[in-house]
């Protein structure tokens, strides 16, 4: 891993090593994808000051996140079919999290399921969840959770209905993938992602399977999340999901003032700046666009996260300096993942830590604290 010198190398390595039908889920966006480029690109337009003759030799990345200690102001976001990476992806992004000292997200739509993935890890993680039609299945999944010991539940606010993404119905995406000439040439050419895959616990999604039954012979997953997702979902679920769970709430994929608004007085705890990692409405703003307003607006009320386009600790630091008090990161860690495993993903987290300390010296900052509004330059 020593030779994966920044996230483009473990991008790189996660295509020569992940089957194309999982790796084009994983770098998709919706339709024409605009707002994918968006997030990337209007994150590179932020220019840094460069600061000279500061002492900058105690240097920390040392944070809190929601509270409890962090290494650096980063978690790591939450990642369908994160199992389909890697084998029991799940469970090694998870003790590479825990290793590094930031939080872990489990999705809704993991492979290793609640109770595998706190059977096999030391700490508490924090749980993603989507609302179906069927609500005692929520409740269920809510109360799995709590049981898990999961020290908070992200509830994902931007995936009422799913976005289009173009790959993933051409590949005819499916999990584990379809018998077709084409998938088991590909799969051919990846053993090591085989073996992985096979080794591992589950072949499909964790925390559902025993739900619905059948859930494993569905093909396009699209079809299902448009069949079993709940379209009514409002903010009067929100209240009762904040009434069956005892801890720590964050709504994910806020990128509007006045929604930012309506759940900073929701009894979450935090919010996170997201477009989904440009997979939902495609022409919606760029993450880094539209935080500023909302850190502006909210920042004071919640506590303010972000996600969207991260690839380094330089990135990190443009949103921190734009209102955000922490990051998640999505594909920068299932590159890794793809690459190399757990090893994969603690190199993901340790090239942007590096990156974040190094950035930090040369903008003359010693605690992500101080990294604000002053070290811009330019926009
Ligand atoms: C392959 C993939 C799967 C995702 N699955 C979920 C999910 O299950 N739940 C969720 O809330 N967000 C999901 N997201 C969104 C991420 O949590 C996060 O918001 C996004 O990846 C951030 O953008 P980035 O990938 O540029 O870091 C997914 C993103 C990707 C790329």
Not at 47 to 67: A, E
Not at 151 to 161: G, I
């Amino acid at each position: 891993m020593r030779t994966m010198t920044c996230i483009e190398d473990l991008r790189q390595a996660a295509h020569r090593k992940v089957p194309r039908a999982f790796i084009d889920y994983a770098e998709s966006g919706s339709y024409a994808e605009q707002t994918l480029a968006a997030n990337r690109t209007d994150l590179e337009r932020i220019k840094l000051r460069q600061r000279i003759l500061h002492d900058v030799s105690q240097r920390t990345t040392q944070t809190t996140i929601l509270g409890e200690p962090a290494s650096m102001p980063l978690a790591l976001a939450p990642i369908g079919l994160c199992g389909m990476q890697h084998g029991d992806g799940e469970i090694l992004a998870c003790r590479a999290a825990q290793a590094a000292g930031i939080p872990f997200t489990l999705s809704t739509m993991s492979i290793c399921s609640i109770e595998d993935v706190a059977s096999a890890v030391g700490k508490p993680f924090w749980f993603q969840l989507y609302v179906m039609k069927d609500r005692g299945y929520i409740r269920s999944l809510i109360e799995r959770a709590a049981a898990a010991k999961c020290s908070a539940l992200v509830l994902t606010v931007d995936l009422q209905v799913i976005g289009q993404r173009h790959r993933d119905i051409k590949n005819g995406m499916s999990v584990p993938p379809q018998i077709r000439l084409a998938n088991l040439i590909d799969i051919a050419t990846k053993p090591a992602w085989a073996l992985s895959v096979l080794r591992g616990k589950r072949k499909t999604f964790g925390n559902i399977a025993g739900h619905y039954p059948g859930m494993e012979s569905v093909t396009v997953l699209s079809k299902w999340i448009a069949e079993q997702f709940d379209a009514t979902l409002s903010w009067k679920d929100v209240e009762w999901i904040r009434s069956i769970w005892p801890g720590k709430l964050i709504l994910k994929g806020i990128l509007d003032i006045e929604d930012a608004g309506i759940a900073a007085k929701s009894g979450a705890s935090a919010i996170v700046v997201s477009n989904h990692g440009g997979r939902q409405l495609d022409g919606a703003s760029s993450s880094i666009s539209i935080l500023p307003p909302i850190a502006e607006v909210v920042g004071s009320q919640i506590e303010v996260m972000f996600d969207g386009g991260i690839r380094s600790g330089q990135d990190i630091a443009r949103a921190l300096a734009l209102g955000a008090r922490s990051c998640m990161s999505g594909r920068a860690y299932i590159y890794g993942l793809g690459a190399g495993g757990q090893a994969g993903v603690a190199r993901a987290i340790e090239i942007m830590r590096n990156e974040l300390l190094t950035t930090m010296a040369l903008m003359g900052v010693s605690r992500v604290e101080d990294i604000d509004r002053r070290v811009i330059a330019s926009m």
